[in-house]
């Protein structure tokens, strides 16, 4: 049975830095592309970053970039993403997912999900 479990979501100050990370068992963790997404409420669920199995392979969604950056650690079977400069408007759930190898910022092609880790950010 496949489990992916995100931790380490909480309260922040804007400008503040938070680190959310996400483990997964049941699947070979290193044939898989893992990514993060958030929804806020009120909000659709959007795609936030995503690494390929390797690694080579980096996403983020435009207002992401410069602030957070995905990685992950194949030996602890883990995935991390480091936000900095963090705003008000990052507030939301944030969930990890799996696909087989390469990245994708369209949900359906995910095939094993977090129950997420909330990410709130005071202004």
């Known amino acids: 049975q496949v489990q992916v479990v995100e931790s380490g979501g909480g309260l922040v100050q804007a400008g503040g830095s938070l680190r959310i990370s996400c483990t997964s068992s049941g699947l070979r963790f290193d044939d898989y592309a893992m990514g993060w997404f958030r929804q806020a409420p009120g909000k659709e669920r959007e795609g936030v970053s995503c690494i390929s199995w390797k690694g080579g392979q980096l996403l983020y969604t435009d207002s992401m970039k410069g602030r957070f950056t995905i990685s992950r650690d194949n030996a602890k079977n883990t995935l991390y993403l480091q936000m900095n400069s963090l705003k008000p408007e990052d507030t939301a759930m944030y969930y990890c997912?799996?696909?087989?190898?390469?990245?994708?910022?369209?949900?359906?092609?995910?095939?094993?999900w977090g129950q997420g880790t909330q990410v709130t950010v005071s202004s």
């Open positions: 997912a799996a696909r087989y190898h390469y990245c994708s910022f369209s949900q359906t092609d995910f095939d094993y």
